[in-house]
């Protein structure tokens, strides 16, 4: 069968996966419904909410919105419930063309690059389907300018690259890796062609320019500390996980992860390929920027992996040369079978595992938000868990204490401890001076805080004090009383 | 006739690109601007200064900006043996003291024209010259340098005027030099080891090149051996500091990269222009000179963030270099060059503007400067006034009073300062206070704003030992009652 239709049956085996995994979980990550909102924000008006009323009770919001207006777009055609779940995972299935692309360009061989797109299609990490944010544009289109950066396809390219820069401040790590290729060429004595010098002086330059304009104010007030996305100190860890080779290996698969390495190797020390170079680069950054905690754990394994995949390409060429030495010359077929077996065995199964683990919220709980927008009154602050926050905005147009944007807000860390007092304290008069302070006056216990915090009631709560005035699987309470000075 | 000699000059040089845009541009500023670029640059200086000077007054607050402005004009009030540099700013101060406030504008104008004057003496190249004046002009430590009062711009003009005099061609003439180069040595230990190494650097460049300049090697020897007895001279009899200061509260960072919201310091894209300068300037033999200033600067950069304008002048150096060298290189994409270039330009002047936009909020601010006035008239001079540490100068100098701490003063002190806006109980506050003798606290509205409300000192002072004698735009001063209730 020709190339092209095993390539085609990948690409729709892997988005025909995607869609019913997607489907079969009932609506959106947490993270999900800050992105939601912008995109409706500009369907209705033409403009990103830059200033929003509702998260944290009313603050500026700072962020990239080329995403949100392809989704927007799309909304105007379809339903925005609908282009949510179709579109990211829409776009994930294209990196399977991609990375074939890209992977034939480094070996110039269609086997090992169906190898190298069936693993970037299967790739557990990547299989979060119902996950709605910018990085489901981006990973598509970082893989579609380092191809157009290898074919020397400049404007190409620099329109790539644009839109990057307007998607994601994590273009970064494509800037990064740029340093790092050309300092491992100037190491390995090797001349870097003067039209990617050029094009990557263009890209920093282009980057940075960019980052100013959409991030002036931010710069100002936070200094380079805004690059750390001001996560309050006590949930640092879940952003930036310490992670161990075991669960890297199950995110990213062992046969890609062992080729990676491999692959690694070689090129470092042995074969010195250019091209490899550059993608060996990218993993470089993607380690430097993990550690200086400026990406997050599950983006940048979603790197890792993606980077990994294709160079499980030049790993399979040199494996099947090096088959064709030996005794084993006539095995190649069977070899393949079973790498095959192996890859779907080792991916499908985590890929199934992880979309189904999705921490999304259920529909009794949506139920509970959507409420909120009928039965209370337009300026009433709603106390929800850290993740819910966006689920307030987002069904329930109310007020929230915090949420996960956490970029610009001073007291970030103050906030989050109040958060935690609500829900852990016994004392009502230290829960009512944390409501007073922020102005919140409904309090909203679901399945998923409960969980959280280890807890199925507020403590402090009394019949004096607080009314419940909703009663299913979510609980929420409305504020009666108020402290007094005595 | 000027202007033909400075364009047959450029033929000689490289192009600046082949595209249409690049070919025009390179035209208009070598036949337009770079015959003129002294008149050029006056009037850039000008419109730079005039809105940052505009913007203050706009917002009512006082002319000259930062601390150590007003730390010059506390130290020239009293002029002693110790600060005998101070002699010329307290004669003004004395005699045209509203001519003060637009010193640092005069400056400006002088350091420019002097500059450029001593640069083509020393053989730069009209390109350099340009390049170097235009990135200085448009940085935002310029624009804060001479909209203040400034060690660093004192010390680079008078060795600028040293070397003017030294390239003049009367040889007695040359050795007047030696007085502003002695003069420069006033201000701290950094800055007068840091005119020994150019005065290596400029007296090598002729021996290496046998120019019979100067009379003799003897000559250079005279010069560099006047610098080095008084670095010992400041340093063991007069107690100079190594860099004088500090006068604002220090962020490495953010003062290095304007954008980043320091008090001055370079725009980013300056920064990684002066990158790609020093890698390629690197193989100029020549230029070794900037490489022995670039380690020192940086070293003391890092003791403290006064140095940079200083650390400046050589990183524009750089920049200046790196920017000429995009323009200069055959690029494969023309195009892309030119686009690149527009990027720089517009990256550039969005630091400068972002700065102007913002330089009205350095300070000292209408409000602060008010109250401080307003204290004038209800305390005695030298009143001892507590406040945050950054606020020294200011009181020192628009109440009279005496500011119980400065960002100099000892770690003692400055801990005992921590200790006053920490404390929790007002048994804990009283007796510091009291001890101490302070009667009188300051509080302005940059010090409320970064202070908890409801906890240490803003939120003790609000009981019955306390009374509140002047609030102007939320700056406020409070009187501490003696133990017997009585006023001080």
Redesign the interface.
Known sequence: MKTRNWLLIIFFGVLLFRLVLAFSTPNLTYESYFHLNQVEHIAETGLPQYTDHLSYGGREQHFLPFFHYVMAFFSLLIPLEIVAKLVPNILLAFLVVIVYFISMKITNNETPSLFSAFIAGFLPVLYATNNFAPQVLFLPLIFAAIYAFLKRN?YLY?VLFLLLTLTSSATFLLIIGFGIYLILSLVEAKKVN??EI??I??S???F??AQ??FF?DI???D??GFIWQNIPPQIVLEYFPHITIIQAIVLISIIPFIAGIFVVYRTLFKLKNSKEFLLISLVISTAILVWLRTIQFNFSMAFFGLIVAILFAPFYSQFITYLKKTKFINKQKLFSQILVFILILTMIIPAISISLNQETPSPLEIDAFKWLQENTPTNAGIVSSLEEGNLITYYGKRKNLMDNQFGGIKDVEERFKHLNVLFTTPFQTEALEVLEQYGLNYLMLTPHSQERYGTTKFRFLNQKCFERVYNEETRIYQLKCALKNT | MRAEKYVNKMNQNKQIGKTPILKKLERFLEHNVIPYQKWYFLFLVIIVLVISLANNINAGNPILIGGESYFHLNQAKEVGWSNVHYLPLSLIQQFLEPAIDYLPFILAITFVMIFQSVSRQNGFHYREIFMFLLLLILSPVFIYSFSSLSSGVYFTLLVLIGFFILNSRNKFLQILALFPFVLATFFDLLSTILLLLIQIIYFQKYLDQNERKHSSSLFSLLFISATGVLIFVHWLVLKQPLVLGPFHLQ?P??DLIS???GLSGLG??VL?LSLIGISITWKNKQSWGPYLLLPILIAGYIFSTQVIFLLSLVTIYFASAGFLK?LERN???EN??A??VL??V??IT??TI?YLD?ADQIGPLAGEAETLILLRNSVPPRTLIFSAPESGDYIAYFSRGTPYSTLRDSSQKINITKEIFTATYLDQLSPLLSKEEIYFIYLSEKTLAKLPANQGLPFLIESERFKLIHAHKNNKVWMFKKEDGNIP
């Open positions: 400049v620099i003067k039209g050029e094009l002086i263009f920093l330059f282009f940075i320019w100013f304009i002036k710069l100002l007030t200094g380079f | 962020q960072i953010a954008d980043l919201g980013f894209f990684l995009l690029w494969d994409l892309l060059k686009f690149t990027l720089l517009l990256g969005f630091s972002t913002r």
